[in-house]
């Protein structure tokens, strides 16, 4: 991104950023893309913590939110598109939150060591993962964490 649409996307995200906050969800990246009437805002909305997942009636409720926020504020000049998701399985894990979001999901971690593919079953105080599989358990501080993303399961493990 340009400098100009990063200072645009930063004015999105300050105009947009109550509504997202009251619709009980943070903002995970704010982009504009485009010029004139191809100008696109795309913003990806998650929950703050915690397992589960944003429903479809907050994505259009969000969406609503902030497209009434832009268009008062007219932080954008002229027509838009604007797209609201949220960061979808493909997110890489960077965050202790983003680790608490995947308790109970299958993980694949990868660290200086190597990869280990478990199920994230805590975050302890922000710095250790710790993860389980077929009955072994595993701790590794976050801090060595160099890569993680969720993996998509055909069947979820029974709890």
Same mark, same amino acid.
């Given at each position: 991104?340009?400098? *100009?649409?990063?200072?645009?996307?930063?004015?999105?995200?300050? !105009? &947009?950023?109550?509504?997202?906050?009251?619709?009980? /969800?943070?903002?995970?990246?704010?982009?504009?893309?485009?010029?004139?009437?191809?100008?696109? $805002?795309? /913003?990806?909305?998650?929950?703050?913590?915690?397992?589960?997942?944003?429903?479809?009636?907050?994505?259009?409720? &969000?969406?609503?939110?902030? #497209?009434? *926020?832009?268009?008062?504020?007219? &932080?954008?000049?002229?027509?838009?598109?604007?797209?609201? #998701?949220?960061?979808?399985?493909?997110?890489? /894990?960077?965050?202790?939150?983003?680790? =608490?979001? *995947?308790?109970?999901?299958?993980?694949?971690?990868?660290? *200086?060591?190597?990869?280990?593919? !478990?199920? $994230?079953?805590?975050?302890?105080?922000?710095?250790?993962? @710790?993860?389980?599989?077929?009955? !072994?358990?595993?701790?590794?501080?976050? %801090?060595?964490?160099? %890569? !993680?993303? &969720?993996?998509?399961?055909? @069947?979820? =493990?029974?709890?």
């Amino acid at each position: 991104m340009t400098t *100009a649409s990063n200072d645009l996307a930063e004015q999105v995200r300050a !105009a &947009v950023a109550g509504a997202v906050e009251q619709a009980g /969800l943070l903002i995970e990246n704010v982009e504009v893309t485009g010029a004139g009437r191809r100008r696109t $805002v795309s /913003l990806v909305v998650d929950l703050p913590d915690g397992p589960g997942g944003v429903s479809s009636d907050q994505i259009g409720e &969000v969406s609503r939110e902030v #497209s009434t *926020a832009l268009d008062e504020i007219d &932080v954008i000049p002229g027509a838009y598109t604007l797209e609201v #998701s949220t960061p979808g399985t493909d997110r890489p /894990l960077t965050e202790p939150r983003h680790f =608490r979001r *995947a308790v109970g999901r299958l993980v694949t971690v990868t660290t *200086a060591g190597g990869a280990t593919t !478990a199920y $994230v079953d805590d975050v302890v105080d922000d710095t250790t993962l @710790k993860l389980s599989r077929d009955g !072994a358990e595993h701790e590794i501080a976050l %801090g060595d964490v160099v %890569g !993680a993303r &969720v993996e998509v399961e055909l @069947k979820r =493990r029974d709890r």
